[in-house]
């Protein structure tokens, strides 16, 4: 019997442990989606628990301790960090065979040393050792990203954020680039007019400008656009249910914009067509600039509306969601790759049912000049696990060129997370690894190891132009 996590972890043959050691390992990590606070890294914060470091904006936690019968006041709520750390401890049993399980105890070894078992028995041990660890400034923020080998880091910012975090790094000198990426979501969202109307103001005040009309919102949303890219932006990200790909005018966007400036309700049809149109201008920006654009899609969120109503969005109550993407997004892209304007893009899925669906439609929108344009992106959310990460990779080396693949990324919000690129890189050279010592793929130890490497780090490098 093995013993758990230990260094060939997801190793089944040897060939896999030579990948891994020999190639997977030693690789840096470009986190290029993520959503860390700039804030506490241009502070560099230091945490003053573990539970803050863990379980502070962190909703994959949240739903298992709701799982387990854990009350409120132990996730979000008011106890002390010791005896929410406590609950956190009497869960981590229940998760076993949940990436979180994993995860943790990846975590605790990384970054802490810590071999032992979490639990009840022993959590106020590690909650000790652990929260005193991070009091050292070995362990604030700009520090755990440095013991991770973390080579760029990407956040997720809306348009009217002033940078100031980036731009502050970025005087310092900090030796690890924080770029911004541009999330426009808030930007298209017509559904509730109250709420698009306090956006709209929220933009003319960060752009100290008068919005009057759609122009004039266009003309805003360009300028924070070029803003971003003065600021080292070169990536957008968007999370929505779909693409939407509804035919328009532009004199009809003009007047769906009016209506809900003046509180008139409009159509769903028309707010598809709202939709349609900001997702191809911001689409032909991200072009004009050469960046690179992502589409988090199908993720039905905020279900829990007594949730939402005590603690607000995103705070795990969420789920896949079976929204038709085929034709749509076919549409979105071909319209975009007839103008001669489709900018490279990666397209992330949650509805494991739509895998090989994304994995083709990636393959369709390939020019044969630009490497990998179209990427078939890493398992996201509810997929980012073993499970998950495996139909991925072999979605896309059926049906694509894993090969070219940009890699992994975090998407977290816990500087704590990076070790998940671990748990992807294991995956990855075991499969490798099996298919080697079955007769599968050829025991060709150099190129592998050179795919490996490139999947891990470099094609991510090369294709994002850091």
Known sequence: MKPFLNEDFLLETETAKSLYHNAAA????????????????????????????????????????????????????D??????????????PYTMRNPLYHWTHLELQRYFGIADILNK???????????????SRAYSVRNLLRKMNVKVVCTTDDPCDDLHFH???????????????????????????????????????????????????????????????????????????????????????ENIFDKIRVGKDISLYENRQF???????????????????????????????????ILGADVGADSIGDFKQARSL???????????????????????????????????????????????????????????????INDLSNLGLLSRFVGMLTDSRSFLSFPRHEYFRRILCNLFGNEIENGELPNDVEWIQQMVSNICFNNAKEYFNF
């Open 167 to 253: 731009q502050q790094l970025s005087k310092e000198g900090f030796e690890i680039p924080v770029l911004p990426a541009f999330r426009p979501d808030a930007a298209m969202n017509v559904d509730y007019a109250v709420n698009f109307n306090q956006y709209v103001g929220k933009l003319e005040k960060s752009g100290n400008v008068s919005i009057s009309n759609f122009n004039d919102y266009i003309a805003a949303l360009k300028s924070r656009h070029d803003y971003f890219d003065l600021n080292g932006c070169g990536v957008s990200d968007h999370g929505l249910e779909e693409i939407y790909a509804e035919d328009y005018t532009h004199s009809a966007i």
């Open 121 to 135: 028995q022993s959590a106020t041990k590690i909650y000790d050792t652990a929260s005193d660890l991070l009091q």
């Open 330 to 392: 076919s549409k979105f892209l071909n319209t975009l790759d007839e103008r001669g304007h489709l900018a490279k893009t990666i397209l992330y899925n949650l509805n494991p049912a739509d895998n090989e669906l994304f994995a083709t439609m990636a393959g369709n929108f390939n020019d044969g000049k630009t490497i990998g344009k179209i990427q078939y992106g890493a398992a996201w959310w509810f997929l980012d696990q073993k499970d998950g990460m495996t139909k991925q």
């Open 26 to 77: 030693k690789m840096p990590i470009i986190d290029y989606h993520c959503h860390l606070s700039p804030e506490l890294i241009a502070n560099d914060y230091q945490f003053k628990s573990i539970t803050e470091a863990w379980l502070g904006g962190d909703h994959y936690k949240w739903r298992a301790m709701r799982a387990n019968g854990i009350d409120e006041s132990y996730i979000t709520g």
């Open 79 to 92: 106890k002390t960090d010791e005896e929410k750390f406590d609950k956190w401890a009497q869960t981590v």
């Open 275 to 309: 939709k349609s149109a900001m997702l191809v201008q911001f689409a032909e920006w991200d072009f004009e600039k050469n960046w690179v654009q992502q589409y988090h899609l199908g993720a039905i969120r905020n279900n829990n509306m007594r949730l939402q109503n």
